[in-house]
T-cell receptor, first 112, second 112 residues
Framework: EAQVTQNPRYLITVTGKKLTVTCSQN?????MSWYRQDPGLGLRQIYY???????DKGDVPEGYKVSRKEKRNFPLILESPSPNQTSLYFC???????????FGSGTRLTVV | DAKTTQPTSMDCAEGRAANLPCNHS???????VYWYRQIHSQGPQYIIH???NNETNEMASLIITEDRKSSTLILPHATLRDTAVYYC?????????????FGKGTLLTVNP
């Protein structure tokens, strides 16, 4: 089944403890992206990647890192999480010029 | 990307057609109309897109007016599972703006 898989689905962590949210797609898509969703602010793009080793910042990249060493994986790294990064995170991928993203099921992160 | 305007909320009876309007009066000739939906806290789901001709797939139909200033997403036989926020987004094919901007969308509630 074609899908984007994020792990974990839920995570509670403490301020400052580095964490990684994994994202993997099995559709050989070139483009991948991370979004966060907060009440009243909607979905905002954090980072995106156009292909292996090609990434760039979205609207809210502060406090996050990404890497794209393989086409299928696009992990989101929080080096030193803070409470304002408590959010619902979505990874997404699409094949090319058409904006038909496939989204993952989401990761609900709580930083205390 | 052209801005879109959608009603905040709509109701529909189960089994009836749901017609969701979207205004995009500043759309340019090479911009497509995309529709996504998000069922509560799940990842957004791509529904359909079109340029100027009407489009239909297994999920919905998209009717774009001749002047392309507005469109309507039609769910022919709405079910309770179609209750979701529906987003109308205008995007140019390809381009250097690698961001899908989700506005506030329309909350469609399907009632039994």
């Amino acid at each position: 089944e074609a899908q984007v898989t994020q792990n974990p689905r839920y995570l509670i962590t403490v301020t400052g403890k580095k964490l990684t949210v994994t994202c993997s797609q099995n559709m050989n898509h070139e483009y991948m992206s991370w979004y966060r969703q907060d009440p009243g602010l909607g979905l905002r793009q954090i980072y995106y990647s156009m292909n292996v080793e090609v990434t760039d910042k979205g609207d809210v990249p502060e406090g996050y890192k990404v890497s794209r060493k393989e086409k299928r994986n696009f992990p989101l790294i929080l080096e030193s999480p803070s409470p304002n990064q408590t959010s619902l995170y979505f990874c997404a991928s699409r094949p090319g010029q058409v904006w038909d993203y496939t989204f993952g099921s989401g990761t609900r992160l709580t930083v205390v | 990307d052209a801005k879109t305007t959608q009603p905040t909320s709509m109701d529909c009876a189960e089994g009836r057609a749901a017609n969701l309007p979207c205004n995009h009066s500043t759309i340019s000739g090479n911009e497509y109309v995309y529709w996504y939906r998000q069922i509560h806290s799940q990842g957004p789901q791509y529904i359909i897109h079109g340029l100027k001709n009407n489009e239909t797939n297994e999920m919905a139909s998209l009717i774009i007016t001749e002047d392309r200033k507005s469109s309507t997403l039609i769910l022919p036989h709405a079910t309770l599972r179609d209750t979701a926020v529906y987003y109308c987004i205008v995007k140019r094919r390809g381009g250097s703006n690698y961001k899908l901007t989700f506005g506030k969308g329309t909350l469609l509630t399907v009632n039994p």
